[in-house]
């Protein structure tokens, strides 16, 4: 029977994450396989409650309490990091802790594994619950990506990967910054299943257009060197093109292209390898709630 790690990272969200825990539970009864989650607590503000829920068909639920905040991706990058050296594991599936990545797939991801036992599964968006104008800065930083990295990602934590991925993972400086960035990076053969963006079980959606915007850069970031030669080339062509029509409006791209290789290269030093490996020390206690 494999055994299965499910990933949550929260902050201070514990209404929802105790939600997902009791879904994660009803989904479980009917899947194979051993369940255990582990929820990284990124050093909440808020005290967590009690969980009044049975959740018996988990094996079991800890909470890593840490002692800074490190943000919603190096806590994934370090809880990977604690179920390798301290857990025994088949496969870990990283979920965010608010709903939106909907316990109702996990029966997919379990069953395409079957098919697919060493294969990274990923689940790409099909339809996402947001209003229209982050559907369309979504969709802008999806095109981004690919133009100026060759990298289709439809996906964003919610993947079930072997422990041979979680090894390599974890030895790649990349996941320190961006979780589907290195993914796309490390493993080139993914298999998907279709996926809905759900809904906020509490509150509302956290995913802001400045954390988008971060989201998109790290991404990108991890594949730097492709960027800055399909920049060069983009910006040849763009000013051969513009060439005697040179005005604020035609300036507007080549600014754009210039201030993101910034970014990427400003955000390349999040990829820290010493403090990845080093981020174990940051956990203040382990708690056992199930």
């Not at 257009?209 to 971060?214: G, Q």
């Not at 062509?237 to 201030?259: N, Q, R």
């Amino acid at each position: 029977m494999n055994k299965i790690k499910i990933l949550i990272p929260i902050y201070n969200d514990w209404q929802s994450v105790f939600k997902l825990l009791e879904n994660i539970n009803l989904e479980s009864s009917v899947l194979e396989g051993e369940f255990s989650v582990i929820i990284i607590n990124d050093a909440s503000t808020e005290n967590k409650p009690e969980l009044l829920t049975n959740l018996e068909n988990l094996k079991s639920v800890q909470v890593i309490n840490m002692r800074k905040n490190k943000g919603h991706a190096r806590c994934n990058a370090a809880g990977m990091k604690y179920i390798n050296e301290k857990e025994e594991f088949d496969y870990i599936i990283p979920m965010d802790g608010d709903g939106e990545d909907r316990p109702e797939e996990l029966s997919l991801l379990i069953e395409k594994i079957k098919s697919f036992p060493n294969t990274v599964i990923t689940a790409d968006r099909v339809k996402r619950s947001e209003g229209f104008i982050f559907k369309f800065c979504y969709s802008v930083h999806k095109y981004l990506t690919l133009v100026f990295t060759g990298q289709d990602i439809r996906y964003g934590n919610y993947t079930c990967i072997p422990k041979s991925i979680v090894n390599k993972m974890i030895n790649e400086p990349a996941t320190w910054s961006s979780y589907s960035g290195s993914l796309a990076k490390i493993t080139k053969d993914r298999k998907f299943i279709p996926s809905i963006r759900g809904k906020r079980y509490f509150g509302p959606s956290k995913m802001s257009f400045v954390n988008l915007l971060k989201h998109s850069l790290s991404i990108i970031t991890v594949f730097k060197k492709t960027l800055l030669i399909r920049a060069i080339i983009f910006l040849i062509a763009y000013l051969f093109l513009v060439m005697g029509k040179i005005s604020v409006i035609t300036l507007i791209p080549i600014i754009g292209v210039i201030i993101m290789i910034l970014s990427a290269i400003t955000l390349s030093k999040r990829e820290n390898m010493t403090e990845y490996n080093n981020s174990l020390n940051n956990i203040e206690s382990v708690e056992k709630i199930k």
